[in-house]
C-alpha cells in the first residue's frame, strides 16, 4: 500500500481484500498507514505474484517473470457498522476461504478499535512477464545456459497453536493448503482473481 | 519501489540489489519510475516476505507472518561506466550468485542503453510478526483452531531455454534452486540479508 505523507512517499505491507471496484484495508486505530490514507489522499494499492527467475545468456536480459497490478483511488473510512462487518469478512475470507463461519465475530468493543478503510478502484493497471529471456540474436550461439527457475509460495502442513483447547482438531478444509502446488499453476491463494 | 510524480503515490515492482548503503535499481531508458527518480524525488523502497498466514479465534486478530523492511533515501543516475558495470554485477549476483562471470557482460551500447540508479539508505526500518495468533484471554477456551499456515517461496526445478545452444548444459550450482526449502529456514533467496 503506497501513500504519501509530507512528500515523502511511504510502501507499506498489510492483508486486504477485493470486492467488486472496491478494496478493503484495516487495522488498528493506531495505524499510521490507515490513518494517512483515511484523510482523503490517493492510494497505489500494488500486489506482485513472483513467478520465476529469468536467466538470459546476457548479463542485462536477466530478468523476473510476475504478475502485478497497480490499482489507484481514494479510501474512505466506513463508520456504518454493518459495512464495517461486511469489510473484515471478506478480508479473513480472502486469507482462507469458509474461515468466517468458523471464528469468533467482532464484538461492539473491537468494530470501534478497528480502522477499516474502502479504496474505490478508480484506476488500475496489469504488468506480466512469462516465459523464457529474450537475448540478442547473436548470443544465442553462446553456450551458456538459459531459462527460467519457477518461483512457487507453498503453503506447508498446519502449525497449531500449542494453546489450542483440549480436542479441538484441525478443520479438513484447511488441509488444501499442504498440498504441493501443480505444476504451472500459482501456489498462492487458492481463490486468486482471474 | 514507492515514488511520487504530480502527487500521485505509485508502487512498481522492480528487481534490486544492495551493496553496503546503497540500492543499485536499473531498467531502460525509458523506464518511468526510474526516469522519475532520477529526478532526485524521495523514494520508499520496501521488501516483504510474506513467512505465513496467522489463523486466530476471533475474527479481528487474523494476521500474517512476515519479514519487511522499508528503506527511504534519494536516488542519482550513474554516469560512469565502472560505475553502472558495478551496479549491473551486484544486480545479477542478487538474483544467481556466480552468474556474472558466466554471461556476456554488458557491452558498451548496452550500457548507454541502460538507466541505473544508486539510492542512498539515509534511512530504514524493519517490521516483523512471527509466531502465534494473539488472541483475547477469553477466547483460548474456544474449540476453535488457531494456528500458522507457513508459506515458503520455493524455487521449482529449473526449465531450459528451448533455444539452448547444442550441447549446453545446466550449471551444477543451479541445482540448489530446485531443493526443497529447509523446515524454518525462508526459501527466498539462498543468499538473503541476515
Not at 523464457?132 to 545456459?145: E, F, G, K, T
Request: proline content about 8%; aromatic content about 6%.
Amino acid at each position: 500500500v503506497g501513500f504519501v505523507l509530507d512528500r515523502q512517499p511511504y510502501v507499506v505491507p498489510m492483508t486486504y481484500a477485493r470486492d467488486g471496484d472496491v478494496l478493503y484495508l484495516h487495522g488498528a486505530l493506531s495505524n499510521r498507514t490507515l490513518r494517512a490514507l483515511s484523510q482523503g489522499g490517493d492510494t497505489c494499492i500494488t500486489v506482485t505474484l513472483l513467478d520465476g527467475l529469468v536467466l538470459a545468456r546476457s548479463a542485462t536480459h536477466h530478468s523476473m517473470n510476475y504478475r502485478a497490478v497497480m490499482a489507484f483511488g481514494k479510501a474512505r473510512e466506513l463508520t456504518d457498522t454493518a459495512e464495517k462487518l461486511e469489510a473484515l469478512r471478506a478480508i479473513v475470507e480472502h486469507v482462507v476461504p469458509g474461515r468466517w463461519n468458523e471464528v469468533r465475530a467482532p464484538d461492539a468493543r473491537e468494530l470501534r478499535q478497528t480502522l477499516v478503510l474502502s479504496v474505490s478502484l478508480d484506476e488500475a493497471s496489469a504488468k506480466v512477464r512469462s516465459g523464457m529471456p529474450i537475448d540478442d540474436d547473436a548470443d544465442y550461439a553462446l553456450p551458456v545456459w538459459a531459462g527460467e527457475i519457477p518461483l512457487r509460495l507453498v503453503p506447508q502442513a498446519p502449525v497449531d497453536d500449542p494453546r489450542l483447547a483440549p480436542g479441538t482438531e484441525q478443520p479438513a478444509d484447511l488441509s488444501a493448503y499442504a498440498r504441493p502446488a501443480r505444476k504451472g499453476a500459482p501456489a498462492w491463494n487458492p481463490r486468486s482473481e482471474s
